[in-house]
């Protein structure tokens, strides 16, 4: 009789518990890409249009917007499900929390927008209803799935560096412009790319000019990947370029030039100068307090 009660007591505690542990994390652990859609509504193009946009929105920004899109709460509390979700994910840069998480369930014709605490200030809670209510909400009302979140994508890029004022967000959402702008200073960062690339055809000049023949190919070539790689980055790469020139123009044909003796070796090069562009990294260390507002259509 012992026995049978003390087996009664652990199918009791088994029973008890166990909604708790099928529903603990019914999400994915690590996200594949900035939009996850476990319910197959979004079309593969419609997810690659949207994850080219995120990845751009974070390049320039280093802000990170991830989508989460699956078909119900299992019972869940919508706002510390999401909440859960963003600390897991650690959308946002470490230090910045500078993320946002929009969270759709389908089925129980839910979504939230959870923003990370950098974010909070220019993205506050009213605002965030409002892209909800007045913007994304009509969408999914009409099947537009697609359409609804990508229209909240873009209010929330743009609102995350322009200054909003409640009284006018009508008129701010209509002056901003179809396609979002991304960062304040683009047209800085074309101007550095256009400086950098005078700078690399001077390198040119200078590496396949009279002096080239006092270096080796191999040297010449090292130096020539180099300032490439270089010119991919702004400003920063331009000066470097600069004092390359002013250093090869300078330098006689003893000096540092053979392959045998440079310090700028093939190998140095390629694991110093690895290329920069990469895929979806993941969330970047942010978290969330709490912050952001819940919706339903």
């Known amino acids: 009789m012992y026995i049978y009660n003390k ?15 099928l529903g603990a994390q019914n999400y994915p652990a690590k996200p594949s890409n900035y939009v996850t859609d476990e319910t197959g509504t979004l079309t593969q193009e419609q ?14 920004t280093t802000n990170q917007i991830f989508v989460y899109m699956t078909a119900s709460l299992n019972g869940s509390d919508l706002e510390q499900l999401s909440e859960e979700i963003f600390h897991n994910w650690k959308i946002g840069q470490k230090g910045k929390n500078n993320g946002v998480l929009i969270a759709l369930f389908k089925d129980d014709r839910k979504f939230r927008i959870q923003t990370g605490y950098g974010l909070e200030g220019s993205l506050p809670d009213l605002l965030t209803k409002r892209i909800q209510d007045n913007d994304m909400r009509p969408l999914f009302k009409q099947g537009d799935y697609f359409g609804g979140i990508n229209a909240g994508i873009d209010l929330l890029a743009y609102y995350s560096s322009h200054e909003f004022n409640p009284g006018l967000i009508k008129e701010q959402a209509q002056a901003a412009p179809e396609e979002v702008d991304y ?18 055809l001077i390198l040119c000049l200078v590496l396949y000019g009279k002096s080239a023949k006092k270096r ?27 004092v390359m020139c002013a250093l090869l123009a300078n330098l006689k044909s003893s000096g540092g030039f053979s392959s045998g003796g440079s ?22 260390g942010g978290d969330s307090g709490g912050g952001g507002s819940s919706s339903d259509w």
């Open 216 to 242: 080796s190919s191999t040297a010449t070539t090292i130096w020539l990947i180099i300032g490439i790689v270089l010119a991919l980055i702004p400003c920063l790469g331009g000066i470097i370029i600069f």
């Open 183 to 200: 960062g304040k200073g683009t047209s800085g960062v074309l101007i550095g790319y256009g400086i950098n690339l005078i700078l690399l």
């Open 47 to 60: 997810q690659n249009a949207l994850n080219a946009k995120l990845k751009t929105f974070e390049d320039t």
């Open 263 to 284: 310090s700028w070796s093939s190998s140095d090069s390629s694991s110093s100068w690895s290329s920069s562009s990469s895929d979806f990294g993941g969330g970047g």
């Open 7 to 21: 087996m009664l007591k652990k199918l009791y505690f088994i029973f008890l518990f166990l909604p708790i542990f």
